[in-house]
């Protein structure tokens, strides 16, 4: 039996973004473990930890931000590099998951790259997976080692709470897909649900036409929340429509903050008054504007940590309400 108090807890940081790891670091109390990550000159990747691991419970932290391939690359490299120094277990803490909007086969000769990124972190030796707002509820079930799925709900619900009036407020899915998430967000706050209904041409990407919108707007504050931004088109047509519509004021939320180019640039001059998104991502000084407010998820994930770590309920910290 091993007792809690002979029990080593690891953090090691990937280098896509060090900040959340070390925040996460400080909110366990505990100093990040240098991986020591280089390339060799043809771009090969190559880490080797500062300190021993043989027993301990690794955490490797590494977001799969912008280059993807490469942060995906570099966190099955640190992976094996834990395995074969002989971790007890090895948990990948990817705030952002890569590849998840390829979770399904929507077109014939397509692949399923999430599955595929699923496949290589077990086979690199991960023990299990932690997670913020995957895509789709799906992906729970391409890994057979245990997942734990935050939501970043509390952090942003918590932002609602401080700053609009539920009477006045209205929560809008920006598509139909959103639509059992946005409605637990109603729930929790006690205010309005409204909908809007899109259609994505056949044979494009990153494009989306914003058809019509199911509830009511008019006059009211309406706060547009999705799981990630990309480009943000379709989240600044879903605006334009529910101005066409009467919304009196308009906020965009959203978990994971891509704002893959022309991103910025759209939301800035969309009517919307703030963009609020928690910091899974790093956001670079050019994806920065005016309207843009960046909310701590480093509480959160070193609290699902602190849970795995003790063998504790990782669902408590979200009332049983970690489910997409």
């Given at each position: 039996m091993e007792s809690l108090s002979k029990r080593r807890l690891v953090i090691v940081s990937g280098r896509c973004h060090p900040a959340l790891a070390q925040d996460v670091a400080d909110n366990l109390g505990v100093a990040l473990t240098n991986a020591n990550v280089r390339?060799?000159?043809?771009?090969?990747?190559?880490?080797?930890?500062?300190?021993?691991?043989?027993?301990?419970?690794?955490?490797?932290?590494?977001?799969?931000?912008?280059?993807?391939?490469?942060?995906?690359?570099?966190?099955?490299?640190?992976?094996?590099?834990?395995?074969?120094?002989?971790?007890?277990?090895?948990?990948?803490?990817?705030?952002?998951?890569?590849?998840?909007?390829?979770?399904?086969?929507?077109?014939?000769?397509?692949?399923?790259?999430?599955?595929?990124?699923?496949?290589?972190?077990?086979?690199?030796?991960?023990?299990?997976?932690?997670?913020?707002?995957?895509h789709s509820g799906q992906i729970q079930g391409f890994f057979d080692i245990p997942v734990d799925h935050l939501v970043a709900a509390p952090v942003l619900e918590a932002y609602l709470r401080e700053n609009i009036d539920p009477k006045k407020m209205v929560v809008v899915a920006p598509d139909a897909g959103r639509v059992k998430v946005a409605e637990r967000y109603a729930q929790h706050l006690g205010c309005d649900l409204a909908l809007v209904h899109k259609t994505r041409p056949k044979g494009t990407a990153n494009v989306v036409e914003a058809r019509h919108i199911v509830g009511d707007v008019v006059g009211r504050h309406c706060v547009l929340i999705d799981d990630m931004i990309d480009?943000?088109?379709?989240?600044?047509?879903?605006?334009?429509?529910?101005?066409?519509?009467?919304?009196?004021?308009?906020?965009?939320?959203?978990?994971?903050?891509?704002?893959?180019?022309?991103?910025?640039?759209?939301?800035?001059?969309?009517?919307?008054?703030?963009?609020?998104?928690?910091?899974?991502?790093?956001?670079?000084?050019?994806?920065?504007?005016?309207?843009?407010?960046?909310?701590?998820?480093?509480?959160?994930?070193?609290?699902?940590?602190?849970?795995?770590?003790?063998?504790?309920?990782?669902?408590?910290?979200?009332?049983?309400?970690?489910?997409?």
């Open positions: 390339e060799f000159a043809n771009g090969e990747i190559h880490c080797r930890f500062d300190e021993s691991v043989r027993g301990a419970h690794v955490f490797i932290v590494q977001t799969h931000a912008t280059p993807v391939n490469d942060a995906v690359m570099e966190q099955l490299i640190m992976i094996d590099a834990a395995k074969r120094a002989s971790a007890k277990s090895i948990t990948a803490v990817i705030p952002n998951y890569g590849y998840a909007r390829q979770d399904r086969k929507s077109a014939g000769r397509e692949p399923i790259t999430a599955k595929l990124v699923a496949d290589m972190l077990q086979t690199a030796g991960a023990t299990r997976v932690l997670s913020v707002d995957f480009t943000a088109g379709t989240i600044v047509a879903a605006c334009d429509l529910l101005k066409e519509h009467g919304a009196d004021d308009i906020w965009v939320m959203a978990t994971h903050a891509v704002f893959s180019p022309p991103a910025a640039e759209r939301l800035f001059n969309a009517p919307v008054s703030r963009v609020i998104v928690t910091d899974t991502l790093p956001l670079t000084p050019e994806k920065r504007f005016e309207k843009l407010e960046i909310l701590s998820i480093a509480p959160l994930i070193a609290n699902a940590i602190s849970a795995i770590f003790e063998d504790s309920s990782v669902s408590e910290i979200f009332g049983g309400e970690n489910l997409l």
